[in-house]
């Protein structure tokens, strides 16, 4: 069973890998292409938010590829300088995306404010579960012993598990709202649209991978706690 752990993890390493070299190249792609409009990711960003009637958020940039990410505790949208500078359909539809999140916290959507709550205990999960997984194998690998500690492992994991498909909606409802917002003002139009949509796609792709890694993970370890608890 350990060793049916060991495949799931490698075959989803490497359709991550398949998927994070995807996402790069259409970034690489749709960033040479220019909107029509010229506006670059950062007007774009605070243009969507006073759309929203949103003003309490500051766009910023910050070093790094992909790095684009919405902070909640300081209500900044942070970009990175491909995005942030850029004036082409990827800056474009990646600056949307992360304002989408900040407009989900401006009207509290739920999904995100079940994320945010479990972000403390997912802090936990992540860095204990594995270790106490690994501890709870063990100990039941020499005599037998009880399968407690591997069960407090795994509903450790569970944690991390249930924030990656909680992470789902939140995306994909921050990428819905993004593209809508791009359609509306017609920021991107046509064949712009299209690439845009296409882009927010493959970034979607990396959380659904991380999502069924995990919950295929997570399976492994509850069918190797039954497959104990009944030795």
């Given at each position: 069973m350990t060793f049916g752990i060991l495949a799931v993890s490698v075959i989803f390493m490497i359709i991550g890998m398949i998927v994070q070299f995807r996402l790069k190249s259409k970034f690489a792609q749709y960033s040479k292409v220019p909107t029509k409009n010229g506006m670059s990711g950062k007007?774009?960003?605070?243009?969507m938010l006073r759309d929203s009637g949103i003003y309490d958020v500051q766009v910023t940039s910050v070093e790094g590829t992909?790095?684009?990410h919405y902070n909640p505790l300081n209500k900044t949208v942070n970009?990175?300088?491909?995005?942030y500078a850029g004036r082409s359909v990827a800056a474009a539809a990646v600056a949307a995306h992360e304002c989408g999140h900040a407009v989900q916290h401006a009207t509290a959507y739920s999904m995100l404010m079940l994320r945010s709550k479990l972000v403390p205990?997912?802090?936990?999960?992540?860095?204990?579960?594995?270790w106490v997984i690994i501890a709870g194998l063990g100990i039941m690998g020499f005599g037998g012993g009880n399968p407690t500690i591997l069960l407090v492992g795994i509903i450790l994991f569970a944690v991390t598990t249930l924030f990656t498909i909680v992470t789902?909606?939140?995306?994909?409802?921050?990428?819905?709202?993004?593209?809508?917002?791009?359609?509306?003002?017609?920021?991107?139009?046509?064949?712009?649209?299209?690439?845009?949509?296409?882009a927010l796609k493959w970034a979607a792709m990396t959380y659904i991978v991380a999502a069924l890694a995990s919950l295929a993970t997570l399976v492994q370890y509850i069918l190797i706690y039954n497959e104990r608890s009944r030795d």
């Open positions: 007007e774009i960003a605070e243009k992909l790095t684009d970009l990175s300088p491909d995005v205990m997912v802090q936990v999960s992540s860095t204990l579960s594995q789902l909606p939140v995306e994909f409802d921050a990428s819905k709202r993004a593209l809508v917002w791009l359609d509306q003002t017609n920021t991107t139009s046509g064949i712009e649209h299209d690439q845009a949509k296409d």
